[in-house]
């Protein structure tokens, strides 16, 4: 009983920068972690980062470390990934996501860990 809206999707050129936000609500007391997972057409969604909501802890895929940061805002049950440094590679389906559960390290950024899934928001980047 979690809704997810992602936003903040778009186009933009190798080297930009953008923000995407995830509003929750809904019953989110019990929300343990929340993640960004990208999907390209006929890939597997793969996770990208994930914060666990009680602590502000972070997590990133090797992929987007050192380029991409998430964080929350608890007051507004919002979570954002700010996207620097875009590569075409990044093109992809956003997803966001939350997890009602309690996640050991090897499976926080893995698909089945989380049971709220967002519509999705598109990012494009062009070379």
């Known amino acids: 009983q979690v809704q997810l809206v992602e936003s903040g999707g778009g186009s933009v050129q190798a080297g930009g920068s953008l923000r995407l936000s995830c509003a929750a609500s809904g019953y989110t007391y019990g929300t343990y972690y929340m993640g960004w997972f990208r999907q390209a057409p006929g890939k597997e969604r793969d996770g990208v980062a994930c914060?666990?909501?009680?602590?502000?802890?972070?997590y990133y895929a090797d992929s987007v470390k050192g380029r991409f940061t998430i964080s929350q805002d608890n007051a507004k049950n919002t979570v954002y990934l700010q996207m620097d440094s875009l590569e075409p590679e990044d093109t992809a389906m956003y997803y966001c996501?939350?997890?009602?559960?309690?996640?050991?390290?090897?499976?926080?950024?893995?698909?089945?860990?989380?049971?709220?899934w967002g519509q999705g928001t598109q990012v494009t980047v062009s070379s």
């Open positions: 914060i666990y909501t009680r602590a502000g802890s972070t």
């Open positions: 996501a939350a997890a009602s559960r309690v996640i050991e390290y090897p499976y926080r950024l893995l698909r089945s860990a989380y049971n709220y």
